[in-house]
């Protein structure tokens, strides 16, 4: 237990720098009013959490990137903010298009990490 909880921290320091690395580097990139950096953080860890749990990959190693690494990495909150945001500036193809992609291309990339994991 305690062991999984350190693991945890650990994966969760790791991926919140992650995403903040990455989403600075796309951020000072793209100026557009599309949520970019979110929606590709959020795909790209669907990807990722889909391998993780398809694979045969040690318990600690998929509790600690899955739940902490994952967990931290992944911006659901923020991905409702930036919605939330959106459409209470009138921007509703904007928001529509970005819960679409976010949802759709989500679960096809969790689905295909999940194909992939199958093979670890």
Same mark, same amino acid.
């Given at each position: 237990?305690?062991?999984?909880?350190?693991?945890?921290?650990?994966?969760? %320091?790791?991926? &919140? #720098?992650?995403?903040?690395?990455? $989403?600075? *580097?796309?951020?000072?990139?793209?100026?557009? #009013?599309?949520? *970019?950096?979110?929606?590709?953080?959020?795909?790209?860890? %669907?990807?990722?959490?889909?391998?993780? !749990?398809? $694979?045969?990959? &040690?318990?600690?190693?998929?509790? #600690?990137?899955? !739940?902490?690494? #994952?967990? /931290?990495?992944? !911006?659901?909150?923020?991905?409702?903010?930036? $919605?939330? $945001?959106?459409?209470?500036?009138?921007?509703?193809?904007?928001?529509?298009?970005? *819960?679409?992609?976010?949802?759709?291309?989500?679960?096809?990339? /969790?689905?295909?990490?999940?194909?992939?994991?199958?093979?670890?």
């Amino acid at each position: 237990m305690l062991l999984n909880s350190i693991g945890v921290a650990l994966g969760g %320091c790791l991926g &919140a #720098m992650s995403r903040y690395g990455i $989403s600075s *580097l796309i951020n000072q990139r793209y100026k557009g #009013m599309f949520p *970019l950096a979110t929606c590709c953080i959020n795909i790209l860890g %669907c990807f990722l959490l889909g391998v993780l !749990t398809s $694979s045969s990959l &040690a318990p600690f190693f998929i509790v #600690m990137a899955g !739940t902490g690494f #994952m967990g /931290a990495f992944t !911006t659901f909150s923020t991905c409702k903010w930036e $919605s939330y $945001s959106l459409f209470t500036s009138k921007r509703y193809q904007i928001g529509f298009i970005y *819960l679409l992609i976010s949802y759709s291309v989500g679960i096809l990339s /969790a689905a295909l990490g999940m194909l992939l994991g199958v093979h670890l």
